[in-house]
């Protein structure tokens, strides 16, 4: 059983995303303050009535963080170089793009397991190749909205399926998955 990496931050490429083509794109409030980064593809909720983009609200659905990717560094120009940090906002807020998804849609991601909370170089494991396999069911945790492979599928709540294993468009290893719940 031998570890996957990810070198950098997570990366999404939305290969059939229906949250993009209806419009349902949720950008107006900010992430809750505790909160200091955001990578492409960690899940989070519209908590429309505290007024902020968090985790852990107990109402709501989980929806793909997959902001507009801006580099300003000509040095760092990959989708492995992009993350929102609470530091590169003057006043120090957050406002995400979450994407609604739907049974059916279809990415290819390697934001599983683990955020990077060493920097942009970091290797980050994502998981086994044991447990990335093709069959596996994903779901977001509840604490920092990130893909983790479950024993079985849930009963409830968002589901993901690895349908293929694959790369990122920069050679990464990653996983193209579909929306199963």
Do not use: C
């Not at 980064?37 to 997959?66: P, R, T």
């Not at 902001?67 to 006043?91: C, I, M, P, S």
């Not at 397991?113 to 980050?124: P, S």
């Amino acid at each position: 059983m031998a570890d996957i990496k990810r070198k950098g931050y997570g990366q999404v490429e939305p290969n059939h995303l229906s949250g993009i083509v209806t419009g349902q794109i949720y950008a107006q409030l900010p992430v809750k303050s505790s909160e200091t980064q955001l990578e492409q593809g960690q899940f989070a909720k519209y908590n429309y009535a505290a007024g902020v983009v968090d985790f852990d609200s107990e109402d709501g659905e989980f929806m793909l963080v997959y902001n507009e990717e801006k580099l300003y560094d000509e040095r760092k120009q990959a989708h492995k170089d992009f993350v929102y940090k609470v530091g590169d906002f003057t006043d120090k807020q957050m406002f995400p793009r979450l994407i609604r998804t739907y049974v059916g849609d279809i990415m290819t991601t390697n934001m599983i397991g683990a955020a990077n909370t060493t920097g942009d170089e970091a290797e980050v494991t994502i998981g086994a190749d044991d447990t990335l396999v093709v069959g596996a069911y994903l779901a977001p945790n509840t604490t920092k909205g990130i893909l983790t492979v479950a024993q079985s599928k849930p009963e409830s709540g968002m589901v993901w399926k690895i349908v293929k294993v694959y790369t990122m468009p920069d050679g990464q290893f990653g996983v193209k998955i579909q929306r199963v719940q």
